[in-house]
């Protein structure tokens, strides 16, 4: 027998243990992240869900107003959320977790469920029952989005994942010591690159100067800034998560324009493959490569994909689903 519970602070202990034992939990499903967003205008309704005595899964979320709507939405603050779920669960309790948290939110006079899932490559074991499960359920997929990851090879070096003009980059640049790096935390002098950077797509930055400085202090063996210099002026930086045990996510890469064509872009995404592997994560998220620009955000940005794959990566699918209860 399920039962649903939702998150107090009380439970602030178990919910952040569990998510470090679970099947698919990364530092943005923990407490100590979303928390980041206390003053955000997010009314925190996150779920806890036991079999019996033992929690099997936990979803973070929000309630958002929208047209009228009372939505149980994945908690906004995060990349990806999703229902993050034990080990070694079977079908039936899968069926079982979709079912009470339909009964939970038609019972609570929520509308609409929207899910943003966990993609499969921040799992320890891959089991796509949820995604079935999800679909049979009658939940819809309303957006996809591509991603691109590499698994890092233990046994060569980072560089051969590169295609050989990358390569010939590479060297060419550490030959003549065009640029040097450091691990720092100075994301003062990174953030105004990256506020150019995400003008230039009509965009601006998920974290705000403050938010990176708060996250950098709550997580400070988990995210990292690499600077990068040209005559001791920072030129780039690049901001990398380590996810989970085996997983690191580039989350921002960014340079002067100016460097553009000097490949700083490339070399800046070949030292996060190698911190990530001195880090011992196998797997590297370089983020989703979408046109936020065009009319159609969700759109494919084929150039960037194209780089990506410069860099031995592969698709993968970071999916949102809906379900509309209470009409």
Known sequence: ?????????????????????????????????????????????????FDKTTLIAVLPAVVIKYNNKNILFSHPGASFGGVVYSQNLNFITFNDIISYLEKYCIKNKLDMVRLI?????????????????????????????ISHYLKNNYKNETLNLLNKRKQRYIKNIEQKNKFSYQLNQRFDLFYPILLESKKSFQTTPTHSLEELFLLKKNFPEEIHLLLFYHNKFVV????????????????????????????????????????????????????????????NPLDPKFSLIQFKEHFSTKGVLRIVYEKVLNE
């Open 1 to 49: 027998m399920i039962s649903v519970k939702k998150y107090t602070e009380k439970l602030n202990n178990i919910w952040d243990d569990f998510i470090l034992k679970s099947n698919n939990g990364t530092i943005f499903h923990t407490q100590r992240f979303l928390n980041y967003h206390q003053n955000k205008q997010f009314t925190n309704h996150s779920l806890l869900f």
């Open 117 to 145: 899932n966990t993609p499969d490559i921040y799992s320890k074991t891959n089991d796509d029952s949820f995604n079935y499960l999800l679909q049979w359920n009658g939940f819809v997929q309303k957006e996809i989005y």
């Open 236 to 295: 780039g930086g690049s901001v990398i998560f380590l996810t989970s045990k085996n997983t690191a996510l580039i989350f921002y890469n960014a340079i002067n324009t100016k460097y553009k064509h000097d490949h700083l872009s490339t070399y800046q995404l070949y030292q996060c493959m190698r911190f990530a592997k001195k880090n011992n994560k196998e797997i590297v998220d370089f983020g989703v490569s979408h046109t936020p620009e065009t009319k």
